[in-house]
């Protein structure tokens, strides 16, 4: 029923019958064109040609974000901020992806050499909203740990 008086009232209001008007236009404009190739004829073919290509072994920070520092201190990539944090008080943290990587691998040395931890062991971590939560994150990626946030609220019987 809710539906049904949600529809009739938008059907009367001009300003959805205006905005229904531009998004059918919008559709059309040169620079909105979908995903769908221009050869686009035959559903079924193309869903037997295509291949995904799934490498078999995938890491987020060697795979990502090491790329982009290769390729920032290359010069062919501009120089953008890998992480950057603003606090409450409105104290910025920039990390670039040289310094993100640099970190996060000291991190991970600390992780699996310290604390001998392997892949697929499990990691606690329990820090408020800081710099350091997303650097033990990246580390935990890196060693293959998996990374368990929990609350500053868990107590040590939790």
């Known amino acids: 029923m809710l539906a049904r008086v949600t529809r009739k ?25 979908t995903a769908t ?28 974000l ?19 944090w603003i606090n409450r008080n409105g104290e910025e943290m920039r990390w670039s992806f040289e310094e993100l990587g640099s970190l996060s691998r000291k991190f991970a040395n600390i992780l699996s050499e310290a604390c001998s931890l392997q892949r697929g062991d499990r990691v606690i971590l329990i820090l408020p909203r800081v710099p350091e939560w997303w650097l033990a994150n990246v580390a ?15 107590t040590q019987k939790d």
């Open 9 to 33: 009232m938008l059907r009367h209001a001009k300003c959805f019958q205006r905005l229904a008007i531009f998004g059918s236009v919008r559709a059309l404009h040169k620079d909105n064109r």
């Open 37 to 64: 190739p221009q050869n686009f004829s035959n559903y079924e073919s193309m869903k037997q040609d295509f291949k995904l290509g799934i490498p078999e072994y995938f890491n987020f920070a060697k795979d990502v």
């Open 66 to 84: 090491d790329q982009w520092t290769d390729k920032e201190k290359a010069g062919k990539k501009p120089s953008n901020p890998a992480f950057w």
């Open 140 to 154: 935990c990626l890196r060693t293959g740990t998996v990374l368990i946030p929990g609350t500053t609220q868990l």
